[in-house]
């Protein structure tokens, strides 16, 4: 087995993983439903601007991955189903707020993987269009993921809490990512490049938010924050 197998492989496990991730995101947001004091506000902190980049992430590279030759099932099909599940939170998120917002996002979800899913079978004869489609919503993406991961950020810190935020997720995430860098590594410059930036700036932000989780814990700004709201 080569290295690009053996580490596509590897990420691949590693995107599984991330998956157990944002189900534990839904699986917080369903547990929130239940309890009386969070069930008229199951999203609480959870950036609607994050999850839509995150998205539009997944999704892309699902694009990308039916675009380049040869075919690749290692981004393909791992990418797919995180996308499905990202865009149920965002569903999740518009039941529990529905605000024209969140309302545009999760319509906008839907016509993006509407058309995604189009393009993946006929790819045959939109591939080269596809490709530059995906590679150049790819850079885009990175620069949105950066400012979607900030704007969670800056909600914790201003709050003083982290809300419905699932830690589970951004661990099995940041997993993927290093996996995901090594992988890009083992792939041609010109194929490897955008998993690459975006899999460095992802992995950046998740350490942010993980850092958080304990700033909240020990921080008297953080617990002075709470108390004022």
């Not at 496990?13 to 998956?19: H, R």
């Not at 004091?37 to 999704?59: G, M």
């Not at 990175?142 to 900030?150: D, V």
Request: proline share 1%; hydrophobic share 50%; glycine share 4%.
């Amino acid at each position: 087995m080569t290295l690009y197998n053996s580490l596509g492989a590897i990420n691949t496990l590693f995107i599984v993983i991330s998956l157990i991730g944002i189900y534990s995101q839904l699986k917080t947001i369903h547990e929130r439903k239940k309890n009386h004091s969070t069930k008229h506000n199951t999203s609480e902190l959870l950036s609607l601007n994050q999850f839509s980049v995150s998205f539009l992430a997944y999704f892309s590279f699902f694009v990308y991955g039916y675009s380049i030759e040869p075919f690749n099932h290692y981004i393909v099909w791992p990418r797919l189903i995180a996308s499905i599940l990202v865009a149920v939170i965002l569903y999740e998120i518009w039941r529990d707020r529905q605000t024209r917002s969140a309302s545009i996002c999760l319509y906008a979800a839907a016509i993006i993987f509407s058309l995604g899913t189009i393009g993946f079978f006929y790819g045959d004869t939109y591939n080269d269009n596809a490709k530059l489609a995906s590679t150049t919503l790819i850079v885009a993406v990175t620069l949105l993921i950066a400012q979607g991961y900030y704007h969670q950020i800056r909600l914790i810190i201003r709050s003083g809490k982290t809300g419905a935020i699932n830690l589970k997720m951004s661990q099995f995430i940041l997993m993927m990512d290093i996996s995901t860098i090594a992988f890009a590594l083992t792939m041609s410059s010109g194929n490897g490049w955008p998993l690459l930036c975006l899999a460095i700036v992802s992995s950046i932000t998740k350490l942010v938010i993980m850092y958080l989780f304990y700033w909240v814990k020990v921080s008297y700004v953080a617990e002075q924050r709470r108390s004022a709201t």
